[in-house]
């Protein structure tokens, strides 16, 4: 079993810049393709990034294409969300999770952390 805990999560000005980490707590850490989701109120969790075990695959939705860049650190049992150029509209709880497939599909993680909240004020 693998515990996930978000952190890097506030409130920052449109055209800002966050860094969200999340640790991963167990040895099995690079054996997990890893995603950071995003949930805004009344919205359905969909998918921000994906990265896969060694970091060669990556996938994003195409509203963060370019801003944000999924990263990992697996000596550090840590995968980080850099998001860049914040838009209020990426207001929502950011969620990390763990699975073994790349993909959008949130039902296909199995491990999920507690969440982070990103407030982005125009």
């Known amino acids: 079993q693998v515990q996930l805990v978000e952190s890097g999560g506030g409130l920052v000005q449109a055209g800002g810049s966050l860094r969200l980490s999340c640790a991963a707590s167990?040895?099995?850490?690079?054996?997990?393709?890893m995603g950071w989701f995003h949930q805004g109120p009344g919205k359905e969790r969909d998918i921000v990034a994906a990265?896969?075990?060694?970091?060669?695959?990556?996938l994003y939705a195409d509203s963060v294409k370019g801003r944000f860049t999924i990263s990992r650190d697996n000596a550090k049992n840590t995968v980080y969300l850099q998001m860049n150029s914040l838009k209020p509209e990426d207001t929502a709880v950011y969620y990390c999770a763990a699975g073994m497939v790349v993909t959008a599909t949130s039902g296909a993680y199995m491990y999920w952390g507690q969440g982070t909240q990103v407030t982005v004020s125009s």
């Open positions: 167990g040895r099995t850490f690079s054996s997990y393709v």
């Open positions: 990265i896969s075990r060694r970091g060669g695959d990556t």
